[in-house]
């Protein structure tokens, strides 16, 4: 069940489309120079994980999927039923052979997963970027976040010029329940340099199993939450194509 790892948890991060590499950041919150390019990383087909416990009960569903009171905001439940189930946030049997701790982005299945020790893995449904804004290779979380302020870089700025008012200039977007990086932002490093990619919260659930992202990895509010609190510091991050 697990997939041959064609990358070194030391390569670069990595760009699909290197002409893009300054338009890729759209979810950034920061500045700064371009990710590095370099070779494009290759994986086999999309990994495959079978369920550990049975699949969440309406019940469960509603709860998980429930309104949430976080820091003064009250994040509006979501209407699950209209989410494709597979994209639930539930444990399953591993299917990465990464360690413990480390965080895995299967783009071509729309799954992020949480390696956890015991042969057991946590997966969400997320949305990814849209074709050309993809990416993918290896990084650290070096940072994390709650109700992050949303910079977006001018190249996003340029393209749409109405979200000038949130430009790194006027001091960007404060955290809030329409900010696009929703209740949490975990923010990817790679080789000690800002890649500007982001793991982040979303209050538009009609995104997840989509890519309609500018190449960030999007969670739904309640899941960013849950896998928020549950990643260590420094934890290592795998995005395959």
């Not at 905001?73 to 994209?87: K, S, T």
């Not at 413990?100 to 299967?106: L, S």
């Amino acid at each position: 069940m697990s997939f041959e790892k064609t990358i070194s948890r030391r390569t670069f991060l990595s760009l699909s489309a290197v002409t893009a590499a300054s338009t890729l950041a759209g979810c950034a919150s920061t500045s700064g120079t371009s990710p590095m390019a370099g070779q494009p990383v290759s994986f086999p087909n999309p990994i495959r994980a079978f369920q550990t416990t049975p699949a969440p009960t309406d019940a469960e569903l509603a709860v998980m999927y429930g309104p949430v009171e976080d820091s003064g905001f009250l994040i509006p439940a979501v209407p699950y039923q209209q989410i494709d189930p597979r994209f639930y946030r539930q444990q399953v049997i591993d299917p990465t052979g990464e360690r413990p701790g480390t965080i895995v982005v299967d783009t071509p299945s729309r799954l992020l997963y949480l390696v956890q020790p015991g042969g057991t893995a946590m997966r969400y449904g997320v949305g990814i970027g849209r074709e050309g804004f993809a990416w993918q290779g290896t990084g650290v979380i070096q940072w994390r976040q709650k109700w992050p302020r949303w910079k977006p870089p001018n190249e996003m700025v340029a393209r749409q010029p109405e979200l000038v008012k949130y430009s790194i200039e006027n001091g960007g977007m404060e955290g809030g329940l329409k900010n696009p990086l929703g209740a949490r932002a975990l923010y990817i490093f790679s080789g000690g340099e800002d890649t500007l990619y982001r793991l982040h919260g979303n209050p538009d659930w009609r995104s997840i199993g989509k890519a309609v992202s500018s190449g960030c990895v999007r969670l739904l509010n309640q899941d960013v939450i849950d896998l928020y609190d549950r990643v260590p510091n420094k934890a290592p991050v795998v995005v395959k194509q």
